[in-house]
Every structure is written in structure tokens, then in C-alpha cells.
């Protein structure tokens, strides 16, 4: 919704901020021509303004007090200048509760001091509606501006300078498009100059255009004539079957029990070779669970124990160490293995199959190699002193 409160109204009696500070307001301007009863400082577009331009951020940010932006008090044509001695940015655009600021001739007030006025709402790129004042004219008067003119909407003598920016307006910026999503109520947006509003009403301050894609619709209102589709915090769009497309989220479907309950098969008993318990000497792949797809991993030739079994599975086998899961195929009884003359150290042995003691291929380039140390079935090799790999010593030939 809009961030303040729009005036189309002089202000009302009492209100310091249209009260010269001489006369116990806190206003800084000169008194207005004809100067009216109830805010002394108008009728002047310099006095207005920068009442006006106070009021508001003392509304947004609760100031109070003497005019934090004081020395707006100038020619009206000056006042880029102060603006910039405060601080304050300039924009060649106009924005919301900002000063517009006209110069007419030079920038030396015998040829005319220019004019002000204060944005009260942005209605789209080409039109504004402010509120302002004139010095020898009205207190005040509320009017809609176009920039067909380039000077938006005053007379060939003027030129628009640029717009001071009203710190304490926030500026909106249109909601960005999402990824469609099924779970939620969302809008496909068809044309990308699609208005985004601050409000349900085509007369409230535009935002911005939203761009095509999908949105998520947080709300929906219906008013002055249109569906409007809250698409974040104060945006709104319009809703036209021509510029957008409703997807409304999908429900989940309920899923309905089965009245009749599923018969429990018989336990299948186990056709399994090994049992839990026996030793064995495992060379195979390993999978890191019974019914996996992909093996992660391979040993060879490691004499272990089954620890885990489960029957029905693709690889029904585990061992000490939860070492991993193995097909039938890839383990053999330890007693039905031919077990090697004992090894010792200092003995020529040949390389029967190129694994390391941890299932990685090693490049076997000479014909024996040297024992270097032994440890159980865990035989260094290597040609003098020099390591080669440890081995399995089931991959190993004395000779």
C-alpha cells in the first residue's frame, strides 16, 4: 500500500511544518504571498515543499521537531543545490515524495525563481500526481502531470531540473519470477509490461512492470473492477486471462486404505551356501548395501569371516568389518583354497595377480621380487630394499 499518507488538502491549522519558526513552527521559509491564515508560510511553492518534504519523513520515520532538512528554504530553483549540501540524492526522474524541481530562465532569480512541487504518487512512467503550492496563487492545489512536454506538463519559459530524493521513502522493487511449483498458487505472466502496484486500484503508485514467468499468488482481492494477485509485500497485479494464467496448486490425493487386507507369504527358507560364522576367502566387488545396483569398491583374496546375511537379496554376504556387500560367486570356503608354503622374509617370491593387500592394481614389471616384511597374510615386496606394494599372500609363489 502506499508509504504515506496522500495529501489532497492544504494542510490544517496548526501544523508546524507549514509554520515559519519565528512564529513557533518549524518551518524555515519566508512568509507566503498572500500569506494564509492558518500556515503562514503559503501561499509560496518553497515554503510547501519543504513542509511537505519534512511532513513526510517525519511521518515514515518519526521524527519530530525543528525540520531535519532545514536549509530548503532557496529560490525553487536553487534547490538541487541545497539538496546536494544535505546529502541528499537527486534523481532525473521523478520519486515518490520527492521534491520536483523546475527552473525558469538562468539560475538567477531576476529572470524567475522556478517552481517546486512534492510527488505525492507515481501512476505510471509518463504521469505523476503532486501536491503544490504557488507564491501570488493558490495555498494549495493537487495536480496530475505529464511528461508529454518533457517538462512535465509546465510552460515553454521552465525546464525541469531533476527530483530530490525523499530518504525515508522506500524503493519498491518488483518481486522477482520463481521456478514453477506445483505445491503452491501461482501465476504464469504472458507479456512482460504487466503494471505491479503498491495497491488493488489502477489509480495507486506503480511499482514497476513484472516480467514473464511464474510468481507465487500470496493472495487475491477483488476490487474496482479487477481480480488483483498479491504477488509480495504491496504488489499487486491485475489479473487478465490475457496477460496471465492461473495454476492453482495441486491438491494431494487421498490414499485410500485397501479393504482387503494383503495375504503374508510363507517365509522362503534360505538356500544360502554360507552361513554366519564361516571363514572364507573373499575376491569380488563390494556393494554398500544387499540389493545395490553399483559396486563402490573390490577386494581380492582376503581371508575373512560372514558376519551379516540376507537371504533374498542381490549380494547376500557381509563380513568382519562390515567390510561391504558380496555376491555368492565371489567367495570360496578358506579350506578349499590352496594356502602357499609358508613366506619369509628374504625370499624370491612371483607375483600371481597384481593386487595390492587393499584390492588396488599395482604395475608388476619384473619377473620375482624380494620378501621385505611379513605380517600374517600381508607380504611386502619389493626388489632389494626398495617397496614395491603389500600383497595378499595368496597372490604370491614362492620360488
Partial sequence: MQQFKIRTSKPEAGNKNYIKTTYGGWNTCVIGSPTDKDCNVLSNCVGYASGRFNEIYNELTGHTGSHKWNILNCNAENFIERAKQLGLEISTKPTLGGIMVWQKGSLDWQDGAGHVGVVEKIIDDNTIYTSESAWGGSAFYNST????????????????????????????????????????????????????????????????????????????????????????????????????????????????????????????????????????????????????????????????????????????????????????????????IIVNEKIKIGDKVKVLKNITYDGKRFLALFAKYDVIEVKGDRIVIGIGKIVTAAVNKENLKKV
Fill in 145 to 336: 502531470r505529464s511528461n508529454n512536454n518533457g517538462r512535465w506538463g509546465m510552460g515553454s519559459a521552465y525546464r525541469f531540473r531533476a527530483c530530490i530524493v525523499n530518504p525515508a521513502v522506500k524503493t519498491l522493487k518488483v518481486a522477482a519470477n520463481v521456478k514453477r511449483d506445483e505445491t503452491k498458487d501461482q501465476v504464469e505472466i504472458l507479456v512482460d509490461d504487466l503494471n505491479v502496484r503498491v495497491d488493488t486500484s489502477t489509480k495507486s503508485t506503480r511499482i514497476g512492470y513484472a516480467k514473464v514467468g511464474y510468481y507465487n499468488v500470496l493472495d487475491k482481492k477483488n476490487a474496482n473492477g479487477y481480480t488483483w494477485l498479491k504477488i509480495a509485500e504491496d504488489q499487486y497485479i491485475a489479473y487478465n486471462e490475457e496477460w496471465e494464467k492461473l495454476l492453482p496448486k495441486k491438491e494431494k490425493e487421498e490414499v485410500k486404505p485397501d479393504p482387503t487386507p494383503t495375504p503374508i507369504p510363507a517365509p522362503t527358507p534360505s538356500t544360502l551356501k554360507y552361513k554366519v560364522g564361516d571363514q572364507v576367502v573373499i575376491s569380488g566387488k563390494l556393494y554398500l548395501s544387499s540389493n545395490a545396483t553399483i559396486a563402490v569398491s573390490s577386494v581380492f583374496g582376503k581371508i575373512t569371516k560372514i558376519t551379516r546375511v540376507a537371504p533374498g537379496t542381490k549380494h547376500p554376504y557381509n563380513t568382519t568389518g562390515d567390510l561391504g556387500w558380496m555376491d555368492e560367486t565371489s567367495i570360496n570356503f578358506y579350506n578349499n
